[in-house]
């Protein structure tokens, strides 16, 4: 069964013009268990929008949103969709609320009535589980950006979701909060088999992705592996979207009439197309 799918999903914002195009427009998507899968689409395509769909934040205008096969629109089942699907945000300051990282941690389950002895095991187990045991005591407001969304990650996996949406997480963070949050994502994924749907506009952290998903217009209009994705820079580009920089070196470097391989992801596999191509001139 999916994770999540998206069955001819449409949204319409209330309030806003009578002709004015949907924001979603009949989204056919399958997001499958344990997939961890990238969101990419240009500025105020409705990802944001996507994401408050997936756990009952927002329901469909148009259409249906299944969790677990489970309608959102289901009033009785949105306190389970949104324990299945935890949503993390942009900015980690708006989503921490307490004045010690435990207690902070310990505020998703204690509203879902878990019994204390309980949370006690699912906080040490959430702080262990993104690195951040050492600082169950300290102020969430004195730590630095990576370290605060990692906090909020295990707020949300204090309530033991099946999956995580996260939406933008890293915009805030500099490179090394970025790399610590999404390493954290990716274990949780590869040892939890926890789904992630991961929205982001660094085209480094979806190359690292299993899918990468395209929002344009109101429709996925690209959607396969990293590779096959960054294969595609006239069609990315159309949509407002870069390359990764090191398939975009190779890219100018082809357009130049060197001879590369297209689908190049990150600097390593760049380094060897580059090495691979100097000797087989030099070899000459
Ligand atoms: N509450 C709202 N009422 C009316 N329109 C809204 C509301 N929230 C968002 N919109 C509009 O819906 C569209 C999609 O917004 P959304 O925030 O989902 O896009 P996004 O892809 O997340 O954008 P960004 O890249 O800036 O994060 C935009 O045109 C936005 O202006
Ligand atoms: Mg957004």
Redesign the pocket.
């Known amino acids: 069964m999916d994770m999540l799918f998206a069955d001819h999903l449409s949204f319409k914002?209330?309030?806003?013009p009578e002709d004015a195009a949907p924001?979603l427009r009949d989204v056919l998507l399958h997001v499958e268990k344990g997939s961890f899968t990238a969101l990419l689409?240009?500025?105020?395509?409705?990802?944001?929008?996507?994401a408050k769909l997936c756990n009952a934040m927002l329901l469909p205008t148009g259409g249906k949103m299944l969790v677990l096969g489970t309608d959102t629109a289901q009033e009785d089942k949105q306190l389970d969709i949104r324990r299945t699907v935890g949503l993390v945000l942009q900015n980690p300051d708006n989503q921490l609320v307490t004045t010690i990282v435990e207690e902070d941690v310990a505020f998703g389950p204690e509203n879902l009535g878990v019994p204390p002895e309980e949370i006690r095991r699912r906080v040490d187990d959430a702080l262990r589980a993104v690195g951040m045991y050492d600082y169950r005591s300290h102020a969430p407001h004195k730590l630095s950006g990576g370290q605060k969304q990692r906090v909020a990650i295990a707020g949300i996996l204090a309530m033991q979701p099946d999956c995580i949406v996260l939406?933008?997480p890293t915009a805030m963070l500099d490179p090394q909060g970025r790399a610590e949050v999404l390493e954290t994502m990716r274990r949780l994924n590869r040892e939890r088999g926890i789904t992630v749907l991961l929205?982001t506009?660094y085209m480094e952290e979806a190359a690292e992705c299993d899918r990468v998903l395209v929002?344009q217009n109101g429709r996925i209009t690209m959607d396969g592996t990293a590779r096959e994705i960054f294969s595609r820079p006239d069609e990315l580009r159309a949509a407002d979207l870069d390359l990764p920089q090191p398939a975009d070196l190779c890219e100018r470097l082809r357009a130049a009439g060197i001879d590369l391989p297209t689908g190049i992801l990150n600097e390593e596999e760049c380094v060897r197309a580059l090495v691979q191509r100097w000797e087989a001139v030099a070899c000459r």
């Open positions: 914002y209330e309030y806003t924001v689409g240009p500025n105020g395509c409705g990802k944001s929008t996507f939406d933008e929205i506009h929002l």
